[in-house]
């Protein structure tokens, strides 16, 4: 039973060069009283026609340099003041249906600043682990602003407001990106960082963008600000800055440098999987330690809650630690463990593209251990 049924729910979007995604996102939104959206101004296909064919409010802007932040602020201008529920989205998310019945039972009017709900960040990709972590981007209208150039988020306008926050129970927002559209951000980064040098948060994502385009004296520049930098505290900050420097050593195959980073980190957050699942597979597939490497694996596999890997999948595949650790078993010889692991590997696996390379890892144990069976069978 709602318990208010008053509310007024309005969505709000930014959006530049979308026109294949309108009719869908609309579908999805129109369980809202209404729909804001603020076109970039530099939009070249018919995104704006489509989204006023569909009744939404539309407005253009050009925002010069771009920033998420000022462009998502800008948006939310254009959302009506009486407004209870502000719901941000962008046009490549689709809600689950009846998200707007939900927020109507949870949301108090007068009471209620916030929800969270599910984000699935990869449902593009049946075949992938599914990442599917907690999201709050809505809110009531007067409470919040957008920071941060880009990976933008609402924060309190007040830093002594506390937020009332409601959980909509069974509201998931899907996203299906466009892939073929290869997305970067450095430009953003580098003048974001003109202007705030120390922000530890934009010279971490900076660190990013130059590992993934393969600029790694760019990136080794800047994890060495970040390394000196004093208002690192945080667990989050800490082991983010130390997985840009063991990125930069992996894609440079300074494998031993990467065990002296992730021992490194260890010693100061010990309760981060990404760094003894990193560690563990270094040891294994490449430094060839297999007893300590299997270790690491092991004490991954017992950490439920990482504390960097919100929006990433790597090391939350039980799957790919389960064939890490047989493959240091087959190295050790002791082949039963060997099949032991790549069976579980086998069995917890969804992402289709591994299929083939675990079956053929169990293979090569079933071989081995035949072998090693005939061999003591021929010695007895």
Same mark, same amino acid.
């Given at each position: 039973?709602?318990?208010?049924?008053?509310?007024?729910?309005?969505?709000?979007?930014?959006?530049?060069?979308?026109?294949?995604?309108?009719?869908?996102?609309?579908?999805?939104?129109?369980?809202?009283?209404?729909?804001?959206?603020?076109?970039? %101004?530099?939009?070249?296909?018919?995104?704006?026609?489509?989204?006023?064919?569909?009744?939404?409010?539309?407005?253009?802007?050009?925002?010069?340099?771009?920033?998420?932040?000022?462009?998502?602020?800008?948006?939310?201008?254009?959302?009506?003041?009486?407004?209870?529920?502000?719901?941000?989205?962008?046009?490549?998310?689709?809600?689950?249906?009846?998200?707007?019945?939900?927020?109507?039972?949870?949301?108090?009017?007068?009471?209620?600043?916030?929800?969270?709900?599910?984000?699935?960040?990869?449902?593009?990709?049946?075949?992938?682990?599914?990442?599917?972590?907690?999201?709050?981007?809505?809110?009531?209208?007067?409470?919040?602003?957008?920071?941060?150039?880009?990976?933008?988020?609402?924060?309190?306008?007040?830093? =002594?407001?506390?937020?009332?926050?409601?959980?909509?129970?069974?509201?998931?927002?899907?996203?299906?990106?466009?892939?073929?559209?290869?997305?970067?951000?450095?430009?953003?980064?580098?003048?974001?960082?003109?202007?705030?040098?120390?922000?530890?948060?934009?010279?971490?994502?900076?660190?990013?963008?130059?590992?993934?385009?393969?600029?790694?004296?760019?990136?080794d520049r800047i994890v060495a600000r970040?390394?000196? =930098?004093?208002?690192?505290?945080?667990?989050?900050?800490?082991?983010?800055?130390y997985k840009m420097a063991c990125l930069?050593?992996?894609?440079?195959?300074?494998?031993?440098?990467?065990?002296?980073?992730?021992?490194?980190?260890?010693?100061?957050?010990?309760?981060?999987?990404?760094?003894?699942?990193?560690?563990?597979?270094?040891?294994?597939?490449?430094?060839?330690?297999?007893?300590? %490497?299997?270790?690491?694996?092991?004490?991954?596999?017992? *950490?439920?809650?990482?504390?960097?890997?919100?929006?990433?999948?790597?090391?939350?595949?039980?799957?790919?630690?389960?064939?890490?650790?047989? *493959?240091?078993?087959?190295?050790?010889?002791?082949?039963?463990?060997?099949?032991?692991?790549?069976?579980?590997?086998?069995?917890?696996?969804?992402?289709?593209?591994?299929?083939?390379?675990?079956?053929?890892?169990?293979?090569?144990?079933?071989?081995?251990?035949?072998?090693?069976?005939?061999? =003591? %069978?021929?010695?007895?």
């Open positions: 039973m709602r318990n208010n049924n008053k509310l007024k729910v309005y969505v709000y979007a930014i959006a530049k060069n979308e026109a294949q995604f309108v009719n869908k996102w609309v579908d999805s939104m129109s369980e809202a009283d209404g729909i804001y959206v603020m076109l970039d %101004g530099t939009t070249t296909d018919n995104t704006e026609q489509l989204l006023i064919q569909r009744g939404v409010h539309v407005k253009k802007r050009i925002i010069k340099p771009w920033r998420f932040d000022k462009a998502r602020n800008e948006s939310l201008k254009l959302v009506p003041k009486d407004a209870d529920v502000c719901v941000c989205t962008d046009l490549d998310e689709i809600f689950s249906k009846g998200w707007r019945a939900v927020i109507e039972e949870k949301w108090i009017k007068g009471e209620t600043n916030q929800a969270k709900y599910k984000f699935w960040h990869n449902a593009w990709n049946p075949n992938a682990v599914p990442n599917v972590f907690d999201y709050s981007k809505i809110h009531d209208r007067n409470n919040f602003y957008w920071k941060w150039a880009v990976h933008e988020y609402i924060f309190p306008k007040d830093k =002594n407001f506390s937020a009332n926050v409601v959980f909509l129970d069974g509201v998931k927002l899907n996203h299906y990106p466009d892939l073929s559209k290869k997305r970067s951000y450095k430009n953003i980064l580098e003048a974001a960082i003109k202007k705030e040098p120390n922000e530890i948060r934009y010279l971490q994502l900076l660190a990013e963008e130059y590992i993934s385009c393969g600029d790694l004296d760019d990136a970040l390394m000196k =930098n004093k208002n690192i505290k945080y667990p989050y900050d800490i082991c983010m800055t930069v050593a992996e894609k440079r195959q300074q494998y031993d440098v990467l065990k002296k980073l992730c021992y490194e980190c260890i010693s100061k957050i010990d309760y981060c999987k990404w760094f003894y699942a990193e560690l563990g597979d270094t040891l294994v597939l490449h430094l060839k330690d297999y007893k300590l %490497g299997i270790s690491f694996l092991e004490k991954a596999l017992t *950490i439920q809650n990482d504390v960097i890997t919100a929006r990433e999948t790597e090391w939350n595949d039980k799957a790919r630690i389960y064939n890490d650790i047989s *493959i240091g078993y087959y190295h050790l010889q002791d082949y039963k463990k060997a099949i032991e692991f790549i069976d579980m590997a086998i069995k917890v696996n969804i992402n289709q593209h591994c299929v083939e390379t675990y079956e053929n890892n169990k293979i090569l144990c079933q071989n081995a251990l035949k072998n090693q069976n005939n061999k =003591n %069978g021929k010695k007895q």
